[in-house]
């Protein structure tokens, strides 16, 4: 009898921490005790765009402030609206696909050089970034700097770890995709 108690307790703890695991990769379960913090930068990652400032602007903010493309609607979901900023929960494929993270962030808006983000809940505690936009020569230079914050301390270095890549990454495919519909939409003008 002790080993089907053994059994099932192992059973369980393994449930445990796979639940714990995919909670935090989906951003299900936040985890923000407060206690062990590490910091580590993202970026900076820079993008120069053939097109003006103000339309790069406009490409960044138009999920948030005006109407979103189908696309982005599946991407995008503005839960409150203010004058210079919003809530926002952004969807993001992860695991091949097989599973999405879900974080909620305030984007504020200073046009047209500026749009930050500040992480309200996520599969870490804390992380604040920006999109720095100058004029360069005929384009834009857009900037992608930012921090991650993790708690625990080497635990949480270590999912720092393994979650600023993949947010990178994500970032890098954002900014690819703004170029490219800022560049679009200066040609036609």
Not at 75 to 84: L, P, T
Not at 126 to 131: K, P, Y
Request: net charge positive; charged share 20%.
């Amino acid at each position: 009898m002790a080993w089907v108690t053994g059994g099932l307790v192992a059973v369980g703890a393994v449930g445990g921490a796979v639940a714990g695991y995919l909670g935090l990769v989906t951003g299900a379960l936040p985890l923000d005790v407060g206690i062990g913090r590490r910091t580590r930068p993202l970026g900076p990652q820079t993008v120069d765009i053939a097109a003006p400032r103000e339309t790069v602007f406009e490409v960044i903010a138009q999920p948030y402030l005006g109407q979103a493309t189908r696309a982005m609607r599946e991407k995008v979901q503005v839960v409150e609206r203010g004058a210079d900023m919003v809530l926002a929960a952004h969807h993001t494929p992860v695991a091949g696909g097989r599973l999405t993270s879900t974080t909620v962030e305030t984007v504020r808006f200073t046009r047209p050089e500026r749009v930050d983000f500040r992480l309200v809940r996520g599969p870490v505690p804390a992380v604040t970034e920006s999109f720095t936009l100058s004029e360069r020569g005929p384009g834009t230079r857009l900037v992608y700097e930012g921090e991650l914050s993790t708690d625990l301390w080497r635990a949480g270095q270590w999912w720092g770890g393994v979650v600023a890549p993949r947010w990178e990454a994500t970032v890098a495919a954002s900014l690819a995709a703004v170029g490219q519909e800022a560049e679009r939409r200066s040609a036609l003008s």
